[in-house]
């Protein structure tokens, strides 16, 4: 309708991408001020405790501004400001040292964020590492941010991951690998490959999205000599869906499905369970790997490692993850914003 402008009217403004910096023992809270050094087209509004934060900054010689988020839109963001919404820690932090009395605290900037999300106040959700055993260790059944989001929203998910050159989803999360073939049904498999085609066209602009979908079992089964589920399940998923237009390739054996011959037949892969195809993908490339939760109402990323405790508080963890989480979901906000 040419006399209907309101179609093509993109809100004012840079992306607002909230950020939770997790487990606040870990290096995210130092990443995080590192985001905030750089020259980022996004707003970026942090959640968390203002005093960690700024230790955290101190702790990398970074100088660091936090202003309180009032909610509006703005067009500039000066590098080495964030704008913040205040949660704060029931006990001090000591750099390396867990503590469970600070995972309600961990869990309360994830809920404000998602909440956030879901009521429209930000563009997209950028995520740092938690540890999922000290949240447990606290009493709370905990399995990941993909699980906690997907509560939160009321929406089926996939975890994803990305570099520049490869994208894997996965079939199934964090499971015992004993638990894995029971987890993977007709009904299951056929949604998860729904959402990865639904969300590369929406949130990747791919308008015929390309998926090579791995077997379960060495050689794919091997014509059912080496295991029936691809015989019994994946095969005939494929085919329903291939029927409703979906582009697949497979079920194919995953010892030759990452040669660069076949990923250049398609734009994404999925695994049946999470180390089948995420060594391959940060063997490529660790440090810019993202994590990505399709299904969601809105955009989330995350970084690609853990919580480093180790690492936290001598200056030495790498940003690069956190900070292409950030241009990622920057980028999958505005086209979200665009459309």
């Not at 999922?132 to 260790?137: E, Q, T």
């Amino acid at each position: 309708m040419a006399g209907d402008a309101s179609h093509d009217i993109i809100p004012v403004g840079l992306p607002r991408l909230v950020v939770t910096p997790g487990e606040p023992a870990g290096i995210g809270p130092e990443l995080v001020a590192c985001l905030a050094a750089i020259d980022l087209a996004a707003d970026l509004i942090v959640i968390g405790d203002p005093q960690l934060l700024r230790e955290a900054a101190r702790s990398r010689g970074l100088a660091l501004e936090l202003l309180p988020d009032d909610g509006t839109r703005i067009v500039a963001r000066q590098p080495g400001t964030l704008r913040h919404v205040a949660v704060t820690l029931p006990r001090e932090v000591r750099p390396g040292r867990l503590d469970p009395a600070n995972a309600a605290y961990v869990l309360d900037t994830l809920t404000t964020a998602a909440d956030g999300c879901l009521a429209g106040r930000y563009d997209a959700l950028v995520t740092g590492p938690v540890h999922k055993g000290n949240i447990n260790d606290a009493g709370v059944t905990f399995s990941g941010h993909t699980e906690f989001f997907a509560g939160r929203a009321g929406a089926d998910v996939v975890m994803m991951l990305a570099t520049p050159t490869l994208r894997v989803a996965l079939a199934t999360t964090h499971l015992p690998l004993a638990a894995v073939p029971a987890a993977i049904t007709r009904a299951g498999l056929a949604q998860t490959l729904r959402i990865v085609a639904a969300d590369l066209k929406a949130k990747f602009g791919i308008d015929t999205p390309r998926i090579a979908v791995l077997g379960l079992n060495p050689h794919a089964g091997e014509d059912g000599h080496l295991g029936r589920e691809e015989i019994e399940i994946i095969g005939p998923v494929l085919d329903v869906l291939r029927d409703e237009g979906l582009h697949l390739l497979g079920p194919l054996p995953a010892d030759t499905a990452f040669l660069p011959a076949q990923l250049a037949r398609c734009d994404a892969v999925l695994a049946m369970y999470h180390d089948q195809g995420l060594p391959v993908l940060k063997s490529q490339g660790f440090g810019e790997a993202v994590n990505i939760t399709l299904g969601l109402p809105f955009v989330r990323t995350s970084v690609d490692h853990g919580t480093a405790l180790d690492l936290a508080g001598r200056g030495l963890a790498d940003p690069a993850s956190l900070i292409a989480a950030a241009r990622l979901a920057a980028g999958l906000a505005r086209r979200q914003r665009a459309a």
